[in-house]
């Protein structure tokens, strides 16, 4: 795939940042070093011979975009890092695809005959162990207190909130390999009649990018569909739908885009109130991501859409109150109950930006940090029809609230959402998706 010229300086700079990080990390936490497993590759059942594709683990990616089992990655403060590949004999597997040769440059890099032989290697001293597979800090000689230590981990975790400029090149990379598969999927459904695992597969087709290289699994939703928040069993026949949610991203060197656009298509009165509930979240949409300035409390931002999509809801008539009266009983985390937005990095759901939890009436935020400068993180607001959630209001004391021969109007479209990627500037944000994103 095309990569943006500049990646091999952007990477050193990156690394420099990172040796910085970890020397400081490592003496705040009294290791010596530490080693980091790039994973082993998880079985699809214990009773089976057969294993998913690798995810290396975070804190190896972070230095490298290497999907190799049984890497071993070692770090101490003022040396250079060394990288420790096992030679593979197996001919029933090759190595997966990789498109970063600027890499090698920045590593000592050796190469063991056997897993266990990495052990004579591994520096002396105190040693941290990173990684998910306990069995492979056995066979290095390192004890289980040195697993996962949590004061450094938390301290490597911060390292991912703020991201250097080699990583929002990978993010806004990873937004651009996104956009075609929204504008195709757009396309598809607005002049032709096709299933959802038809848009899934012409999503990966336009993205060029295979199921497990995605960041998550696509979100394909027809019509009532979309009221499942992340609908993944996709159906298998047209089923002409007025609309299509889509949340679906692409990944670069490990990074994740997570981009969210709902279509609408169809005559009739509900589907002209379904394309005004569209366009209503949209301009909402935009106007947060405007809001978004350093030092604001990223809650009160998920606030701030509660008001913005109460007051919708009484533009469009399925309010029948004051938006005040319908935000004292919180009608509108049955209608929005996820969170408005998380951080966006090597995991989907990066870690970091949730230390603290969020008030009780906001069980799914996963971003409740003081927004800072180089925080990269998604502003996704949304309005569903989720009966789960519909039916307890309904039969509740506050129905009269509602005008449910609309709300139920809509029941067959699902919900709404938009979905974009943010990163945080000194003075306002880059919208990375919108930057490459017209629709
Ligand atoms: N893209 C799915 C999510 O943010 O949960
Ligand atoms: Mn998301």
Known sequence: MRQPDDFPALYRDHLAHLTAGYAAALEATRWDAVVIHSGS????????DQYWPLHPV????????????????????????VLHRVATTSFWEGPAPFDAPHVWSQFNVRVARQIADVRDALPKGRVAFIGEDRTRAAVWGLPESAINPPDLLLKLDALRVQKSPYETACLAEANRRAAPGHVALGHAFRNGDASELDLHLA???ATSQDDPETPYKNIVALGAHAATLH???????????GSLLVDAGATCFGYASDITRTWTRGA?????????????VESLQLQLCDTVRVGLPYEELHELAHVHVTQLLVDLGLLRCSVAEALAHKVSRSFLPHGLGHALGLQCHDVGCALVPPRAENPWLRNTSVIAAQQVFTIEPGIYFIAALLEPLRQGPRATLLDWSLVDALVPFGGVRIEDDLLVLDHGVRNLTRDVLTT
């Not at 590759?41 to 089976?48: C, E, L, V």
């Open 41 to 48: 590759p998880a079985k699809r059942s214990q009773f089976d």
């Open 58 to 81: 975070p804190h190896f990616q972070h230095w490298l975009p290497l999907a190799e089992p049984d890497c071993a990655l070692v770090i101490v403060a003022g040396q250079r890092p």
């Open 203 to 205: 999503y990966l087709r």
């Open 231 to 241: 609908h993944v069993t996709y159906g298998r026949t047209a089923t002409g739908a």
């Open 268 to 280: 009739g009165d509900a589907a002209d109130l379904f394309r005004q509930l569209v366009a209503g």
